[in-house]
């Protein structure tokens, strides 16, 4: 939309929030229309104002297009969100996430890493998720915001 402010959208302090791989690949990247957007989410979490949450899906997806390109100063950038951000916590699939991913993927007709991301999110507490695939808005059990219907 043009003319929204940049602050809609952000998640209030303290408020934890779950990351759908889009919105680290528009941050890396600059992206024109959502990097600056995103730059100032990834500052709320790096400062500290908001935790953050992502299956480690999200670096199997990010790594792959660095790796073929052989970027490898990419990819030292993308191993480096894991200890520049301290409240970002990266978390792996288990048995019981990939049961509710599932659920969630045959519930909503998700993909199985949108399903993936979403099941992280609940299962570990998070109010807010942010990705950029409107099929997320049919989700029911966290709120989820369309990053292209914030900026």
């Not at 952000?10 to 759908?20: A, E, K």
């Not at 899906?57 to 490898?72: F, N, S, W």
């Not at 048995?95 to 890493?113: F, G, I, K, Q």
Request: hydrophobic fraction near 40%.
């Amino acid at each position: 939309m043009v003319g929204t402010p940049l602050s809609q959208g952000f998640p209030t302090q303290r408020q934890r929030i779950g990351l759908d791989t889009n919105v680290f690949i528009y941050f890396l990247e600059g992206h024109p229309r959502y990097g600056v957007w995103c730059a100032t989410l990834f500052d709320l979490i790096e400062r500290g104002q908001n935790p953050a949450v992502t299956s480690t899906v999200t670096l199997l997806e990010l790594l792959v297009q660095p790796y073929r390109d052989q970027k490898e100063e990419l990819t030292q950038k993308i191993f480096a969100l894991s200890t520049t951000y301290p409240t970002l916590e990266w978390v792996s699939l288990t048995m019981n996430l990939a049961d509710r991913a599932a659920e969630l993927r045959a519930r909503y007709r998700l993909s199985t890493p949108d399903a993936i991301q979403l099941a992280t999110a609940i299962g570990h507490k998070a109010v807010r998720f942010y990705g950029n695939d409107r099929g997320l808005r049919r989700v029911k059990e966290i709120e989820c915001l369309i990053v292209d219907d914030l900026v």
